[in-house]
């Protein structure tokens, strides 16, 4: 079985307080902690065993994981399993990047978010060009707010021509035409965050090949999709995979709409869905609604 598998465990905490981040944030205290790398550790040792099915991982922590030990374990030993295709991990590359060294770079992904007003300019460069230079795969990308719009359009063009740098649409936030084209000169992929995905009676590979995982093994189709299809741990989650309409009206995330098979975001991000590394660099002109 191919099956791609988005974990989020309990791991709350975050080394940053963005004000526009609809993330529920809170201090972990030392208990949560130590259930987070349970919960991970947990998994991570299920991942590992899966020898008959083709894995691909995202990590998609409410918290930043990688300024965690486990975390950077977890993405380590993953990528050196042979059945894991992919194993991945949203960030805002506040940790050090020496620890990839250990990892195998044919299977480790980053997908990087830069936070202007959090971490200066030159030191979030720097880890991008650490990462181009270790061969690491990885995105780059910003949340679309007027005030970070010259910020976005620096890192264009410092980054490499081959890192992908997206930009997503700020929650609740209506673009004019014309702001719209700004932060498509960017991204030309930005229409596709641009406006909520109709989704509601649509195909979706979520609950089918695509699953999210929560930190006790509760299986559901996706992060946005409450409905329960069973445990990971007891396999039980195995006879509910089959197609299934989304029964969402619309879907406004990435992490959900690139699975609905309405969308051609598998073959624009074919081999890098997970990291959101398009298949070729995008052309304007090429995003969509």
Known sequence: MDLTI???????????????CPFA???????????DRAALERFTGWAGEQTGDRLSVLFTPWGEGLVRSWYRRALVELSHRPHVRRVAIQ?????????????????????????????????????????????VRHSVGIVGL??????????????PAHVYLWVNAAEGRAYTDDEAAAWTAVDPLFPYSRHPHRSGGLPCRTGESVISVDGDGTVRRCHF???????LYDGSYRAALAPRPCP??????????????????????????????????????????
């Open 248 to 289: 969402l009206a619309v879907c406004d995330c990435h992490i959900g709409y690139v699975h609905l098979e309405t969308l051609p975001l598998y073959d624009v991000f074919a081999g890098g869905v997970l990291e959101r590394v398009p298949a070729a660099r995008p052309a304007p002109g090429t995003g969509g609604r």
């Open 225 to 231: 999709v409450r409905a329960e299809l069973g445990n």
């Open 25 to 35: 944030k809170r201090r972990d205290t030392p208990a949560q902690l130590r259930a």
């Open 146 to 159: 007027p005030e970070h719009l010259e910020e976005a359009r620096r890192l264009r063009a410092a980054l």
């Open 91 to 135: 960030t805002n590359l506040s940790c050090r990047t020496d620890w990839l060294a250990d990892a195998d770079p044919r299977t480790v992904a980053l997908w990087c978010t830069y936070h202007p007003g959090q971490t200066p300019y030159e030191r979030f460069l720097a880890k991008t060009r650490d990462l181009a230079d270790r061969g």
């Open 6 to 20: 988005l974990y989020r465990g309990p791991l709350a905490s975050c080394d940053y307080d963005c004000p526009y």
